[in-house]
């Protein structure tokens, strides 16, 4: 029996299916990046008193198996909500590769960061 492309095959992600725009997709496969910038604080003869350390977004990759073959894979511009993990929130996808087939299965490769507002 052949595995179909029905959206329902989880790989193990905790917080998959996710919907986009109305549609479900499957998770497979998330990546966090938690950025942040270094400040260097310096006295008046710019000599420096220390640093710290500033949070930047939190930013996001992963790969999602599209439901069916006739749903969208421009998925730019959409959110997405995880929930159940450590990283709970809505996350805007900024940009998304084409679509490659693999048996039936129809993945497209996303990268994307943590709303804050």
Known sequence: MAITSDGTQA?????SPI???SVVYVLEGLTFNYTGARADINDSNGEPLGSTVIPGRIEVSGTIQLATASTAVDVRGQT????GTRDDGTYLIVDCSEAQSQ???VKVAFNGYHQIN
């Open 11 to 15: 790989f193990s992600i905790e917080s």
């Open 19 to 21: 919907t986009i725009n």
């Open 80 to 83: 997405f909500v995880l929930s």
């Open 103 to 105: 048996s039936d299965y």
